[in-house]
């Protein structure tokens, strides 16, 4: 197996414990190489609240601290639609790099996993 196929082995596998609902969404993340994209997912609907991307931030030095305004910003969108508790899914990704900064935006940002 590729390390593209074990990722998607670890996501499939914490999907059948994550489940995101109206009041407390999942808070999905997509990391790629040079960006980071992150939505919010009400499960129960089967509809996306809100997504953001850094394609457009390019605030940081790298990409490790944008994912971090990222977090920040997504936190502020979130309390702006009265939603202050989500569930994380990363996608089978390691926590660790842009994955934790995120969160740890999120976290600051006043989000409450």
């Not at 190489?33 to 394609?55: M, N």
């Not at 390019?58 to 639609?81: F, H, L, P, S, W």
């Not at 939603?83 to 934790?100: A, C, E, S």
Request: charged share 35%; hydrophobic share 35%; glycine share 8%.
């Amino acid at each position: 197996m590729n390390k593209l196929q074990l990722r998607k082995k670890r996501a499939r596998r914490g999907r059948t414990k994550i489940f995101g609902t109206a009041s407390c969404p999942r808070l999905c993340i997509f990391r790629s190489l040079k960006y980071i994209y992150v939505q919010l997912i009400d499960d129960e609907k089967e509809k996306t609240v809100f997504s953001l991307d850094s394609r457009k931030m390019k605030d940081g030095k790298n990409i490790v601290e944008t994912a971090r305004k990222i977090g920040a910003e997504m936190a502020k969108m979130a309390q702006a639609k009265k939603i202050k508790q989500v569930v994380f899914d990363r996608h089978g990704y390691k926590y660790h790099g842009k994955v934790k900064a995120l969160a740890e935006g999120a976290r600051e940002g006043g989000l409450i996993f």
